[in-house]
């Protein structure tokens, strides 16, 4: 029986890690490991695992470099390099999954010889949301938050938290494009991904799908499989910016993404995801984009989080 490693990347998320180890407990496997990367996180990530992490196979490991891009490509590569298993996964400590997922993504990819790529439909929580998490039992039955969420009286707010997988020109009501899957949750055989794909260019924003690992897979022969009966529960968590505005994540641009090509990897050019994606359009922010990014970081600060 082949086995499955899960990898969470872990920056300055004990608060919302906690939820998510406690959706880990009810997933239908034997023989797995679950690998905690703390890519220097400055809250306390392993007083989570203590409060949550009982009878989870956890293997914890706290990275020290200068790459500055917290929680994101390094965390992944040191994941994968790690990992004891012939099947990995990796997501963030945001990410409540339901029960028996991750039986699921053993189940879809032990044997196949074919090139897989699976993703787990993903909703996404607004701050409000957020709020009322712990007022819910999503303990018992996880999709009691979307139940909740369904009977929210504003139907715009219900399309603004409410979405699958890589959404439309930044529409979250567009229907999901069958082509890309979410890189927030994936699974792939490992052997048959390092052999095909090799380690991730740092660069890559595991939040989205990357276009030069979207463009990979294709010329690779990858088929991208949603479970859709399978559904994540994403927390709302303050967005790269707040990090951004704080100079601790000095090698991501205003929008959150890696200009360089900071390991001077020959398989991708300079100017990293948005050289690929838009010509690297994305520092060229209006001044009302500027606005807008700053009002938000602002309201972030003054408002904080839940931590729990």
Not at 138 to 160: A, C, G, L, Q, S
Not at 169 to 194: F, I
Not at 291 to 301: G, H, Q
Request: aromatic content about 10%.
């Amino acid at each position: 029986m082949a086995r499955l490693s899960l990898m969470l990347m872990c920056y300055n998320t004990a608060h919302l890690l906690g939820r998510t180890l406690e959706t880990l407990k009810n997933q239908g496997l034997d023989d797995w490991e679950l690998i905690i990367i703390d890519d220097m996180s400055e809250d306390d990530i392993p007083a989570a695992i203590a409060n949550h992490g009982d009878g989870l196979p956890i293997i914890y490991q706290k990275l020290n470099h200068d790459i500055g891009m917290r929680g994101n490509t390094a965390s992944i590569n040191h994941g994968i390099s790690i990992s004891t298993s012939e099947l990995v996964m990796w997501s963030t400590p945001e990410v409540m999954l339901s029960p028996l997922t991750l039986r699921a993504v053993h189940d879809k990819l032990s044997g196949n010889a074919t090139p897989t790529f699976i993703t787990i439909p993903s909703h996404g929580l607004t701050y409000e949301v957020q709020m009322e998490l712990d007022n819910l039992d999503w303990k018992t039955n996880i999709h009691t938050i979307k139940d909740y969420v369904n009977t929210y009286p504003d139907e715009d707010f219900i399309i603004r938290w409410f979405y699958l997988n890589f959404y439309e020109h930044g529409d979250r009501s567009t229907p999901h494009r069958d082509t890309y899957g979410n890189n927030q949750t994936v699974a792939v055989n490992k052997s048959m991904w390092l052999d095909k794909i090799g380690y991730f260019p740092l660069f890559y924003d595991y939040g989205s799908d990357d276009p030069w690992v979207a463009g990979e897979r294709g010329k690779q022969g990858y088929t991208d499989v949603t479970l859709w009966d399978y559904e994540a529960y994403h927390q709302w968590h303050p967005k790269a910016q707040h990090w951004i505005a704080q100079g601790k994540a000095p090698n991501w641009n205003a929008l959150g993404h890696t200009m360089r090509n900071i390991a001077n990897d020959p398989r991708i050019p300079d100017g990293g995801t948005c050289a690929i994606w838009d010509g690297g359009n994305h520092d060229q922010l209006s001044a009302q984009q500027i606005a807008d990014e700053l009002t938000w970081v602002e309201r972030v600060k003054q408002t904080g989080f839940r931590r729990k």
